[in-house]
């Protein structure tokens, strides 16, 4: 019964030691030091040199993030398990940038005309071989998941027409009011989102049109991308008389071409 009871205590003891830290401290340091704003703050930029000179210690954070099971994954809440999921998607897309970089001009570069980037099968999660599109699709997108469509804007694909990549790790704890700075900071920049008075339309990212299903799934009542975008009316334009037509939904409905060009800063 002593044996048992020590071995008890030495696997709690190990268990407890090799937990996986919610809190995402490493990956959080890393982003803090390599990922800079820029003046407005709604667009960053990414020190992808100063990661490779960090890889050791990015390379760790991505081995704890392989080595978490599906059976542990289930135990924490819904907001960890999903800033869990973006954190890894943002990371090994990191990783993804590093193999090829900095001879890159695009994450597309990374592709083939038979595959693209995301659909490459490079690392381990929750067990299995996958890729981004894995995580992205089949994991946070999948329907009764998370139906969040704000996760558009926390997960980045490298380029300039992304939502920025914040420079700090997502957290259970935090998830809702990042997920919401995060949507609201995409929508302030006007290189990529705005407001025509003189044509009434409201010209926005082509995420609104790839992902429209997303944002007509019901998410705070709204059925149609303008419903959802009348909601952040007051980001587009100061005239009350048309933030009102916006929020209406009087008004035309344009997708601005996306920049596929990496969002690296050159030291």
């Known amino acids: 019964m002593k044996l048992l009871l020590s071995l008890l205590l030495i696997w709690l003891t190990t268990t407890s030691a090799l937990a996986f830290d919610n809190q995402h401290t490493a990956f959080d340091s890393l982003l803090k030091k390599y990922v800079h704003w820029d003046a407005a703050g709604v667009s960053s930029k990414v020190d992808y040199s100063g990661f490779q ?11 704890e993030l392989s080595a978490v099971n599906q059976v542990e994954f289930e135990r924490w ?11 890894a998607y943002n990371a090994f897309t990191i990783q993804l940038i590093l193999s090829g970089y900095p001879d890159l001009v695009s994450i597309k570069d990374l592709g083939s005309l038979f595959s693209s980037p995301w659909s490459k099968k490079f690392f381990t999660l929750l067990g299995k071989r996958r890729n981004l599109d894995n995580i992205e699709h089949d994991m946070i997108r999948v329907p009764g998941a998370y139906d969040d469509p704000r996760i558009h804007f926390s997960v980045v694909c490298a380029s300039i027409g992304c939502p920025a990549l914040r420079n700090e790790a997502f957290t259970g704890s935090r998830l809702d009011q990042q997920l919401e700075d995060g949507l609201r900071r995409f929508l302030t920049d006007n290189s990529r989102n705005r407001y025509d008075s003189q044509r009434k339309t409201l010209e926005v990212s082509k995420l609104f049109d790839w992902y429209a299903d997303d944002f007509a799934g019901g998410f705070r009542g709204h059925e149609s991308v303008i419903s959802f975008l009348g909601d952040y009316a007051e980001l587009f334009t100061a005239a009350e008389t048309e933030r009102e037509a916006i929020r209406k939904g009087k008004i035309t409905l344009a997708y601005l071409d996306y920049d596929w060009t990496l969002n690296e800063t050159r030291r």
Request: cysteine-free; glycine content about 0%.
């Open 53 to 63: 000179q960090d890889w050791p210690l990015l390379k760790q954070y991505l081995d």
């Open 77 to 87: 809440s819904k907001p960890t398990r999903l800033a869990f999921l973006i954190n």
